[in-house]
């Protein structure tokens, strides 16, 4: 059977719309969301206000001046079991205000 010039495979259509509108960047940006919640536990993630991925610096907001204190002694074991639970190097430096 002859393929028409104007069709293409599902995964390829998929594949270029994400990559036009960059979507693949936003769902990384998820995923390192989901997985700060996950690595952390249920306990760290009620205390975070905010995250927010810009150029590969991860600014959290914490509730607890303790908690972020806590954490900031921890910044490179955290960056390193963030990119392991995403299986990518997105997280180069975190920030906690």
Request: proline content about 1%.
């Given at each position: 059977?002859?393929?028409?010039d104007?069709?293409?495979?599902?995964?390829?259509?998929?594949?270029?719309?994400?990559?036009?509108?960059?979507?693949?960047?936003?769902?990384?940006?998820?995923?390192?969301?989901?997985?700060?919640?996950?690595?952390?536990?249920?306990?760290?993630?009620?205390h975070?206000?905010?995250?927010?991925?810009?150029?590969?610096?991860?600014?959290?907001?914490?509730?607890?001046?303790?908690?972020?204190?806590?954490?900031?002694?921890?910044?490179?074991?955290?960056?390193?079991?963030?990119?392991?639970?995403?299986?990518?190097v997105?997280?180069?430096?975190?920030?906690?205000?």
């Amino acid at each position: 059977m002859k393929k028409k010039d104007n069709q293409i495979k599902l995964g390829d259509a998929l594949k270029e719309l994400m990559e036009t509108y960059q979507l693949g960047v936003k769902m990384n940006e998820v995923r390192l969301y989901e997985a700060w919640d996950k690595v952390l536990g249920p306990t760290i993630a009620n205390h975070t206000v905010s995250k927010q991925l810009i150029d590969g610096r991860l600014i959290i907001r914490l509730d607890s001046a303790a908690l972020r204190n806590e954490l900031a002694f921890a910044k490179s074991k955290l960056i390193k079991s963030l990119n392991d639970e995403l299986g990518i190097v997105l997280v180069k430096e975190i920030m906690f205000a």
